[in-house]
């Protein structure tokens, strides 16, 4: 069974310093990785997704399959960030999104 | 509001009753996701429909069951409804409910099992 770990449930970084989220999983076999976010009073919303390997809000995620992790990092944060971020992962070939309990980022001015 | 939308926003009920949650996927959305999440829990794939018909189980109780209808909208049936219920039930959309296609989340329904 797959399964996807956020190992912190609290982040609070200052304004201008790295972020990095960490997401681990345990999936056999190729899966596809997620990043989504949900800002105060809106709706969860996709971030980005490894197929892409595209920079979403100046964030990127690199898939590590040695590591099995996919860690969201951006490297100057900004107050907006702040939110709660859930990793995901959908197996191959099977649309079923299994997500991790979330991190919730607080930007400190 | 042509995104997702899920009514009731709240609901609040008793244990033992029986509630409908109801999901309406943006235009032209054929495949409909809903999820559970509890208290300090991740969101839990529950069951995905696609154009009517059941597409992909997951960890949906038996008390449980949902159907999609002819014109797209889901409904979301929870039955002998008990404490551990309670919980944010969430809506989830896509074009064609493939493995690459985007998810568009609704506002969720809160229930609450009293």
């Known amino acids: 069974a797959q399964r996807v770990t956020q190992p912190e449930k609290l982040l609070s970084v200052f304004k201008g310093a790295p972020v990095e989220l960490k997401c681990n999983y345990s999936y056999s076999g190729s899966p596809e990785l997620f990043w989504y976010v949900q800002y105060s009073r809106q709706r969860l919303q996709l971030l980005l997704r490894?197929?892409s390997r595209e920079s979403i809000k100046g964030f990127t995620a690199d898939l590590n399959k040695g590591e099995t992790s996919f860690h969201l990092k951006k490297p100057f944060a900004q107050e907006e960030d702040s939110a709660m971020y859930y990793c995901?992962?959908?197996?191959?070939?099977?649309?079923?999104?299994?997500f991790g309990t979330g991190t919730r980022l607080t930007i400190i001015p | 509001d042509s995104g997702v939308t899920q009514t009731p926003k709240h609901l609040i009920t008793a244990t033992g009753q029986r509630v409908t949650l109801r999901c309406s996927p943006r235009s032209g959305d054929l495949s409909v996701y809903w999820y559970q999440q509890s208290l300090d829990q991740g969101l839990q794939f529950l069951i995905q429909?696609?154009?009517?018909?059941?597409?992909a189980k997951g960890n949906i109780l038996e008390r449980f069951s949902a159907q999609q209808f002819p014109d797209l909208h889901s409904e979301l049936n929870l039955s002998s409804l008990e404490l551990g219920d309670s919980a944010l039930y969430f809506c989830?959309?896509?074009?064609?409910?493939?493995?690459?296609?985007?998810?568009?989340f609704g506002p969720g329904t809160r229930l609450t099992v009293l």
């Open positions: 989830a959309s896509s074009v064609a409910g493939g493995r690459f296609d985007e998810q568009f």
């Open positions: 490894h197929i």
């Open positions: 995901a992962l959908s197996p191959f070939g099977n649309e079923k999104l299994t």
């Open positions: 429909y696609y154009n009517g018909e059941e597409r």
